[in-house]
């Protein structure tokens, strides 16, 4: 079993192994280790450590197939204090994901205690209950690859849900992911454990993912609680609250493609 999302392969290219694999295709990836890439590719770019990401927008332009891919990234607009980055993933030949993110420098500021107060977070992941993610008869996958706790709903439950998720492998192989990588792997989650129907029945994908950050999260669980509503047009949206153990740390919202198996 291999022990990492992704293999580096060159400069800028990485192997995708079988943890990547997601739950509607056996060959494609899921979205959330093609998101946490990107992300890290973004963290490369000169002038990072200065800057936070404020929200960052993935487009999914079409499956992302399991095997080897490249990334590219570039400032779009330059800025002393705001800059839009962009990264791209592809395999070569055609692009898969693209990623467009506003970053802000780090400034302290000196706020009213008052405004300071997070959101506190749900009961911590001792408290939540293990459950099985959809059945994909695929041995290893994203499914395997991530931990996960429920509070309340499930993938096999129809409704909202609330759990705690974490990496059971380094997105690539020899690194520690950065809290911005722990991040992006569960923030594509949201539509997986609240659909309002039932997974055998109905197809639920996400076209894009964009995730609002308020601040980098603490520790290696990520907490989501999420929503979602699909609409008899064949689009549907998802909702998700992002938090670490001390409270929220930012939102992720889904557009999806509705249809029935």
Sequence with gaps: ???????????????????????????????????ALLGRELELLPEAGDFQLGRVTFEILGPV??????????????????QLVEAELGDGERTSMR??????????????????ARTPAPSGPEEGRAADFFPTAQ????????????LSGGFMEEGPATAWLRMRHPLVAGEEPSALQRLLIVADVG??????????????????????????????WIGIDAITFPRPSGVGVTEAVLFDRDGRVGRAAQTLLVSAR
């Excluded at 970053?103 to 302290?108: D, G, K, V």
């Excluded at 041995?139 to 429920?150: K, L, N």
């Design 1 to 35: 079993m291999p022990d990492a999302f992704y293999l580096p392969d060159g400069e800028r290219r990485f192997l995708a192994t079988e943890l990547t694999r997601g739950p509607w295709d056996p060959g494609a990836q899921h979205a959330g280790p093609p998101s």
């Design 65 to 82: 197939p399991i095997g080897p891919v490249t990334l590219a990234s570039r400032v779009l607009r330059p800025g002393r204090r705001v």
């Design 99 to 116: 990623a467009s993110a506003w970053r802000l420098r780090r400034e302290q500021v000196d706020l009213p205690p008052r405004v300071l």
């Design 139 to 150: 041995d290893h996958g994203y499914h395997t690859a991530m931990e996960v706790r429920f």
């Design 191 to 220: 539509n997986g454990v609240s659909s309002p129907v039932d997974f055998r029945e109905f197809l639920f994908l996400n076209v894009e993912l964009t995730v609002h950050i308020e601040q980098p999260p603490a520790g290696e």
